[in-house]
C-alpha cells in the first residue's frame, strides 16, 4: 500500500510482532485529509478528538520543556545503550526519546505505530496534543492515539475498538485521541507496555532533538556511531516559502505543456472512485488526497513522493494568485499538528481542482477553497524524482 519516499527508511524494520508483522517493512508514513475541520476553542477542540476516559486510565507527568524533534533513527533491533548515552551527550544535542518503531497493522492499515512513555514522548508532540493530559492517560491506559486523519478522514471511530498487531495475529486496542505526533512517520502511537504485549521490538528507535545543528550535517557525523544497521532521516524538514513566489519556466525544472495535459487527464479518469485512505491505485479500490497526485503524475512519467507532507516539497511553493494548471494545491487542515501540510489537490484552473476528500466521497472536481490553504507547489520533475528515492 504504501510506497517509499523521502523520509522512508526501507527494509530496516522487519520484526515479528506476535506472529509476523511483514517482510520487506519500512518505517514510517502517515497519510493527508481533506476538508478543513470547523473553527473551535482549543480547549473545546482538544476535547473533541479525545475519547472519554474509562476505567483504565493511568496518571502522567505534567507537560514538560517541549522539543522539537529533527532527526529519526531507526533499527531493526534494540539500539545499544552506549549508542544512545553517546547521543545524549553529543554536541549540540538537546534532547534524546528513546521509543519502539514498527510497521504494524491498525484498523486494517499498515501503519507506522510507536511504543513510548506518555509522559516524557509528550514533550516532543506538536503543541496542542502535548498538552492534553487526557489525551496522554488514555495512551498511558492502554489506548492508541491514531492521527488526525486517519480517524478524520479514514473514518476510524473515536473509542472504537481496533486490531492493532501483525498480518496474522492482531488484538483489540481502543482508539482514545486522535492527535497528529507532527512525525510525518507516524500515524498511531501507544506505550511502551501495550507495545511490548503485542510483541513490537523495544527501543529500537529514537528522536533525537537538535535545534541549532544542522540536521544533514548531525546525521553525517551521527553515521559514524551508529550500528549497521540503523538508519537516520531527517523528521520534516521546513518548507520554503520563497517571498518572490517566482519559479523557473524551462531548462527541464517544470512540466511541459503536454506533461501538464495528461496529468490533468489521468486525474479526470479517477473521477467517481471511491476515497479509500492509503489508496493509490485501483487494487485499493480507491484513492487518498496525495495517492491520487501521485497516479496522476506517474501517468506524465513524474515520480511524486507518497504523501502531502513530502510532495509540498516537490517543487517551488507559490502564492495561491499565481496558480496555474497542473500545480498542486496544499494546505494544513490538521487542528492537532498546526502548519503541517495534511491535505493536497491537483488545480486545473478557473478556481477548480480535482480532489479525493475523505472517507465517504468520491473523487471529484471542487471549487477550490482557501481556508488553510498554504499555496501552489509548481512541480520540479528532477527534484521530485530525487525526494521520491
Not at 166 to 185: F, H, K, L, P, S
Not at 217 to 244: H, R, T
Not at 344 to 350: D, N, Q, R, T, V
Request: with cysteine; charged share 15%.
Amino acid at each position: 500500500m504504501r510506497k517509499p519516499g523521502r523520509r522512508v527508511l526501507p527494509t530496516i524494520i522487519g520484526v515479528t510482532v506476535v506472529t509476523t508483522l511483514a517482510a520487506n517493512v519500512t518505517v514510517l508514513v502517515t497519510r493527508d485529509g481533506g476538508a478543513p475541520p470547523q473553527a473551535r476553542p482549543r480547549s473545546e477542540t482538544r476535547a473533541r478528538f479525545v475519547a472519554a476516559a474509562d476505567a483504565t486510565t493511568a496518571p502522567v507527568a505534567p507537560l514538560g520543556k517541549r522539543l522539537t524533534p529533527h532527526v529519526l533513527v531507526a533499527a531493526p533491533t534494540a539500539l545499544p545503550g552506549t549508542v544512545i548515552d553517546r547521543v545524549r551527550h553529543a554536541k549540540g544535542v538537546r534532547g534524546v526519546e528513546v521509543v519502539d518503531a514498527v510497521q504494524a497493522m491498525v484498523a486494517g492499515k499498515r501503519v507506522g505505530l510507536l511504543g513510548v512513555d506518555p509522559s516524557t514522548f509528550r514533550n516532543y508532540t506538536p503543541k496542542p496534543t502535548a498538552q492534553s493530559d487526557a489525551l496522554w492517560r488514555n495512551v498511558a491506559g492502554g489506548d492508541a492515539a491514531i492521527s488526525f486523519t486517519m480517524g478524520s478522514d479514514g473514518g476510524v471511530k473515536l473509542g472504537s475498538q481496533v486490531p492493532v498487531g501483525g498480518n496474522e495475529r492482531q488484538t483489540q486496542v481502543r482508539v482514545g485521541a486522535y492527535a497528529t505526533m507532527g512525525i510525518g512517520d507516524v500515524d498511531a502511537v501507544i506505550s511502551h507496555s501495550t507495545a511490548q504485549s503485542l510483541g513490537m521490538p523495544v527501543s529500537n528507535a529514537m528522536l533525537i532533538s537538535v535545534p541549532k545543528v544542522k540536521p544533514a550535517a548531525f546525521i553525517k557525523a551521527l553515521k559514524k556511531v551508529l550500528p549497521k544497521q540503523a538508519k537516520a532521516v531527517e523528521v520534516n524538514p521546513e518548507i520554503d516559502y520563497p517571498s518572490a513566489g517566482a519559479a523557473p519556466k524551462s531548462n527541464g525544472q517544470v512540466m511541459s505543456a503536454l506533461q501538464v495535459r495528461t496529468v490533468i487527464k489521468a486525474a479526470y479518469t479517477r473521477l467517481g472512485w471511491p476515497y479509500v485512505w492509503g489508496g493509490e491505485s485501483e487494487a485499493e479500490g480507491g484513492y487518498d488526497c496525495s495517492g491520487l497526485m501521485q497516479y496522476a503524475f506517474a501517468r506524465a512519467g513524474i515520480r511524486l513522493p507518497r504523501v502531502a507532507a513530502d510532495q509540498a516539497r516537490a517543487g517551488w511553493v507559490l502564492p495561491y494568485s499565481k496558480a496555474q494548471p497542473g500545480d498542486m494545491l496544499i494546505w494544513a487542515n490538521d487542528p492537532t499538528a498546526p502548519g503541517y501540510i495534511s491535505h493536497i489537490a491537483l488545480y486545473i484552473g478557473g478556481g477548480k481542482m480535482v480532489a479525493a476528500p475523505h472517507t465517504g466521497t468520491v473523487v471529484q472536481v471542487q471549487n477550490v477553497y482557501t481556508r488553510n490553504l498554504k499555496g501552489v507547489v509548481r512541480v520540479n520533475p528532477q527534484l521530485s524524482g530525487r525526494i521520491s528515492g
